[in-house]
């Protein structure tokens, strides 16, 4: 895998679909990174988690794609996270304050535990 490639696999957990990304992303596999999102997208989930725990480094442009992924889902009704467990993912999404606009997490079952309590919960 060259430093410009992704690897990408889906997975469901009940009403959760679970986005995992492999490699570094960049503006070379944005394009990549976006159609697979779209893809997911199109299936309207209820709820999507991106999980970053296998990158190694998050570009502006993935910052740009997370923000992107936030507003679709959103304005369809989902839910969206993030799972970063490294400084090299989850400082770029603190420095730009894109936590603020999404949950991040350390780890996939904490945003699966999350993500799937009844949203009617006003307590965070």
């Known amino acids: 895998m060259s430093a410009s490639e992704i690897t990408t696999s889906v997975a469901h957990r009940d009403e959760i679909t679970v986005l995992s990304v492999v490699g570094d ?11 697979v999102i779209a893809a997911v997208l ?9 999980d970053l725990s296998e990158v190694a480094f998050l570009a502006t442009a993935g910052l740009r794609i997370l923000a992107a992924t936030y507003e679709k889902i959103t304005l369809a009704g989902g839910r969206f996270a993030v799972v970063a467990d490294s400084p090299e993912t989850r400082r770029p999404i ?3 304050d ?6 991040l997490y350390l780890t996939l079952h904490d945003a699966i535990t999350s993500l799937g309590k009844p949203q009617d919960s006003s307590t965070q």
């Open 25 to 35: 992303i960049d503006v070379a596999c944005a394009p990549e990174l976006e159609a």
């Open 42 to 50: 199109a299936e309207d989930p209820v709820a999507l988690i991106v």
């Open 94 to 96: 603190q420095l730009t």
């Open 98 to 103: 894109l936590n603020q606009l999404f949950s």
